[in-house]
């Protein structure tokens, strides 16, 4: 054949090497394995073992892959944490309770609840945020906001809201795994809520108004809110007072006696960030939250006195770490979990 009559001859594409055959369909591909726990040391499930059941300590979320070798085993997505990386971090024998903000940012219906309650153990607790809505009197000047910034709220303290929309999928899907409903009131203008007095007025109304069952807590980001007639309204209607490590606040034993935190039905702590620092630096700070950065040594101390306190007054114990506190929730907690065994 000449070389004019090859040219001439049409040749079907060569096949790719791994490719499928002519006529069969390329297989989908494989959904990524599940996050596993990592491997947990003698030391560690010896700690576990001598914390009491009843003080449930851990962080504030558990999307983040800065945890490999500390809580995965190995480095995924956080879009994959957050929708599979419960049971795994359930398994971590210190890890008896997770904060979920979440459910600050918008509600969730029950069914995701219920989701969650089946990834973790009986014994295991939520600490929840409820919605933003219900606890800013004014939305922020923040481009989150949309066209609402600057604007007067008016589902703020809404009782019949918080009961519909944040209560009542709440206690459906989460059951018995349910620990306390969080109202954080974020910083905001003492006058705008019409003073320390008229506030505690409010809120006063509003707790009283929620279905009875589940156990409220309360988080104050205005030290001015401090007062006598705010621990009044939480004695009163039976809410605990949120003791909170976060920026310009008291320190926690002010902050627990300014609230009568030892009379509360449980105690809840959450462990944020270090004086005088905002999110954002400690974010940059700390990232990617695989070790210590800023030790604590005084504020871990105060909660494992709080927390002894409590355990030995037969009060449940909540604990709740950000990455933002020291650099690392996890490692936090361990140190912490060591510090209150001790004092037990």
């Known amino acids: 054949m000449t070389e004019a009559g090859r040219e001439s001859m049409s040749f079907p594409p060569q096949l790719e090497l791994f490719g499928p055959a002519p006529g069969v369909a390329a297989e989908p591909p494989r959904p990524p394995e599940p996050p596993a726990p990592a491997p947990v040391g003698e030391g560690l499930r010896e700690l576990a073992a001598r914390l009491p059941r009843e003080v449930r300590l851990g962080t504030s979320s558990w999307s983040f892959p800065g945890w490999t070798g500390l809580v995965y085993a190995r480095e995924v997505s956080g879009e994959l944490l957050a929708r599979e990386g419960l049971p795994a971090y359930a398994q971590h024998p210190l890890f ?3 904060g979920v903000d979440r459910t600050f940012y918008g509600p969730v219906p029950a069914e995701t609840f219920r ?8 014994d295991f607790r939520f600490l929840v945020k409820a919605h933003e809505v ?8 923040h481009e989150r906001y949309g066209a609402r910034r600057g604007e007067e709220n008016p589902s703020f303290l809404d009782p019949a809201y918080a009961r519909d929309a ?3 999928p709440m206690v459906e899907g989460l059951g018995s795994r349910a620990g306390p409903l969080l109202f954080q009131f974020p910083p905001q203008e003492v006058q705008s809520l019409g003073g320390p007095g008229r506030f505690a007025d409010r809120l006063h109304a509003f707790l009283a108004a ?3 069952g589940p156990a409220y807590a309360v988080e104050l980001r205005n030290r001015e809110l401090y007062t006598a007639d705010v621990a009044d309204v939480l004695e009163d209607v039976g809410a605990i007072p949120v003791l909170a490590a976060w920026r310009h606040l008291p320190p926690l034993p002010q902050q627990s006696a300014r609230l009568r935190a030892r009379g509360a039905s449980a105690l809840v702590v959450r462990w944020m960030l270090p004086p005088g620092l905002g999110y954002e630096e400690a974010r940059e700070l700390y990232a990617p939250f695989d070790r210590l950065v800023n030790e604590d040594p005084a504020v871990r101390g105060d909660i494992a006195d709080l927390v002894a306190e409590a355990f ?8 709740s770490v950000n990455n933002k506190a020291e650099g690392s929730a996890p490692v ?7 510090a209150v065994v001790a004092r037990l």
Not at 134 to 141: A, C, D, E, G, S
Not at 332 to 338: H, K, M, Y
């Open 115 to 122: 989701a969650w309650a089946a990834a973790v153990p009986e």
């Open 166 to 168: 944040v209560v009542a």
């Open 96 to 98: 008896r309770t997770v």
């Open 332 to 338: 936090s907690v361990e140190r912490l979990a060591a």
């Open 312 to 319: 030995g007054e037969g009060r449940p114990v909540y604990v």
């Open 134 to 141: 219900l606890t800013l009197q004014r939305f922020p000047l």
């Open 210 to 212: 929620l279905p009875a």
